[in-house]
């Protein structure tokens, strides 16, 4: 008969366990040295490929098809003809949308009605040119008839029949009137579009003519004290009365003559 007791000494070992191996025992997971080496090394080569990018993307993607321009698109061009523009940006077949686009800036700002361009890419085969054209801000005398200037008084090449103007008749180039009408033009839009003539009254008087209104100022009013009108005009309109002129030379006045 087998005694199964343990021996007077010796501790019971109790049922039996399996011991885990601390990882020194059992090996480790990671993978190779040769594989972390050789995984860090291709990591570099695609950052070094994307850092250097600038250098040699452009000009081996300009060797495919995919990406020769077929399409040429101009934004904010209302007096230009983009038919005048086009021929000055001198693309032929080949041309592709990675081709440096500085010289396309610089070709399209050359046309007389341009003042800068700014092209940029649309993939796969788009040019896409912002353009900022010079503003007429009134017409004035010129050969022939009124043509239309900018606020510098320079003659603007526009197609009236092409492009409609809706600006003040002036009867002189006056740079100090023009930059008011053009302040006007930027700041109060419901004022300008009641202005219809404009001239110079005097040393330092400036006269406008808003519909059935003649309004005064000096050669240095502010849109802000041309605005000055507007309440005037209003409280008038109540009492149902209408002012023949509107006169702001005087300072923190507005002085009405009614018929």
């Given at each position: ?39 860090i ?110 606020l ?23 740079t ?9 033009r ?17 040393p ?21 004290r ?8 209003a ?25």
């Open positions: 008969m087998t005694d199964d007791r343990p021996i007077a000494g010796e501790p019971d070992q109790g049922p039996a366990r399996t011991r885990r191996r601390a990882p020194s025992e059992a090996g480790s997971d990671a993978p190779p040295r040769w594989k972390r080496l050789a995984r090394g291709l990591l570099g080569t695609l950052a070094l490929a994307v850092l250097s990018a600038p250098w040699w993307g452009p000009p081996a993607l300009s060797t495919f098809d995919f990406f020769h321009v077929r399409t040429v698109e101009f934004d904010g061009v209302r007096y230009t003809d983009p038919a005048e523009l086009m021929p000055l940006l001198a693309l032929d077949t080949l041309a592709s949308v990675w081709m440096p686009l500085d010289s396309l800036d610089a070709r399209v700002a050359a046309h007389p009605m341009v003042l800068s361009a700014m092209a940029r890419r649309s993939l796969p085969a788009t040019i896409r040119i912002t353009v900022v054209e010079r503003t007429p801000v009134a017409l004035a005398p010129g050969d022939g008839g009124l043509v239309p200037v900018d510098r008084g320079e003659r603007l090449p526009i197609d009236p029949s092409r492009a409609p103007l809706d600006v003040p008749v002036i009867t002189e180039t006056d100090s009137l023009l930059r008011v009408l053009d302040q006007v930027q700041d109060a839009p419901t004022l300008w579009a009641r202005v219809s003539q404009a001239r110079r009254d005097g330092r008087d400036l006269r406008f003519t808003l519909g059935g209104v003649t309004l005064r100022a000096r050669d240095d009013v502010t849109v802000a041309l605005g000055d009108i507007l309440p005037v005009e409280d008038l309109a109540r009492r149902r009365l209408r002012p023949t002129e509107l006169d702001l030379r005087f300072r923190d006045q507005v002085i009405a003559r009614l018929p």
